[in-house]
């Protein structure tokens, strides 16, 4: 059984940076795909960046290329993204999820991909 746990949100300025950590039991990120959500007030669901496993391909959604980015640690046991020049329209719980599958790219934007999904942690861009 996968089990995803979340890390690393909080309250941060306008402009700045957070990390936010997956970790990741029962098996790791090289032998799962994952990707990050996130899920704004009154708003669905939506992807924002993901890796793929084996040689950990990563992809971003087009608004935040460039911006975020997203990783997994030596071990894959760790999933991370990288969120930098934060503003407000950054604030929302973000999730981690990961399937055993191995999606096509056009798939990993889509929530339905992935079987295992962490609580979510929120992010909190403000003055």
């Known amino acids: 059984q996968v089990q995803l746990v979340e890390s690393g949100g909080g309250l941060v300025q306008p402009g700045g940076s957070l990390r936010l950590s997956c970790a990741a039991s029962?098996?790791?990120?090289?032998?799962?795909?994952m990707a990050w959500f996130r899920q704004a007030p009154g708003k669905e669901r939506e992807f924002v960046a993901g890796l793929k496993k084996g040689m950990g391909t990563t992809y971003a959604a087009g608004p935040v290329k460039g911006r975020f980015t997203v990783s997994r640690g030596n071990d894959a046991t760790t999933a991370y993204l990288q969120m930098n020049s934060l503003s407000a329209e950054h604030t929302a719980a973000y999730y981690c999820?990961?399937?055993?599958?191995?999606?096509?790219?056009?798939?990993?934007?889509?929530?339905?991909?992935?079987?295992?999904w962490g609580q979510g942690t929120q992010v909190t861009v403000s003055s």
């Open positions: 029962g098996r790791t990120f090289s032998t799962l795909a």
């Open positions: 999820a990961a399937t055993s599958g191995s999606p096509f790219v056009r798939s990993l934007h889509f929530a339905s991909t992935y079987e295992y």
